[in-house]
């Protein structure tokens, strides 16, 4: 019966170790389209409202639905503590500081860090210019995850469940 119990339970943390990393998976292809659809909302904000970078923050700060919330929540919090830095010092380090813990990776969390070198600093067309070179950078990444997503997530699930199996039968 001992055997029968533990046979189960190497099974199942191997299956969720499986899907833990499908999920992983899934979880950056939708924080990647977040990041674009903020970046669409910041590029539209500036080129057609002439909005203030604070008050743009400020209207995604205050998305329900978003993952990116904390994101600019906090962006704000430090620009009013810390009003004298720069914005772009704020843009950098909250980006660097929350990105992995949204499940990010080296290659988008560098694409936008490095919006900060031109975001709020010149005229609108060229923050445009930046945000749309960084949103297609974006793109091509979240192209990049969806397929590795398509191909590894469903693999992730089976080596589990695999593993499981094969350590069960060694152990029997």
């Not at 843009?91 to 660097?96: C, D, G, S, Y």
Request: charged share 15%; hydrophobic share 45%.
């Amino acid at each position: 019966m001992l055997q029968i119990l533990g046979a189960i339970l190497v099974i199942f943390s191997s299956t969720a170790l499986g899907i833990a990393g499908k999920q992983k998976l899934v979880k950056r292809t939708k924080i990647l389209g977040e990041w674009i659809c903020a970046i669409d909302f910041i590029t539209a904000e500036i080129e057609q409202n002439h909005t203030p970078i604070p008050d743009i923050l400020n209207m995604l700060s205050k998305q329900d639905n978003s993952s990116l919330k904390p994101v600019f929540i906090e962006m704000l919090n430090r620009i009013n503590i810390q009003h004298e830095l720069s914005f772009s010092y704020h843009w950098h380090t909250t980006i660097r500081d929350l990105a992995f813990s949204l499940g990010m990776e080296y290659e988008e969390i560098e694409t936008l860090r490095n919006t900060a070198s031109y975001l709020g600093r010149y005229q609108a067309e060229m923050q445009i210019s930046g945000l749309l070179h960084t949103r297609s950078k974006l793109v091509s990444i979240q192209t990049l995850a969806v397929q590795a997503l398509q191909n590894k997530g469903n693999v992730y699930r089976m080596c589990g469940i695999a593993a499981g199996i094969i350590t069960v039968l060694m152990i029997v």
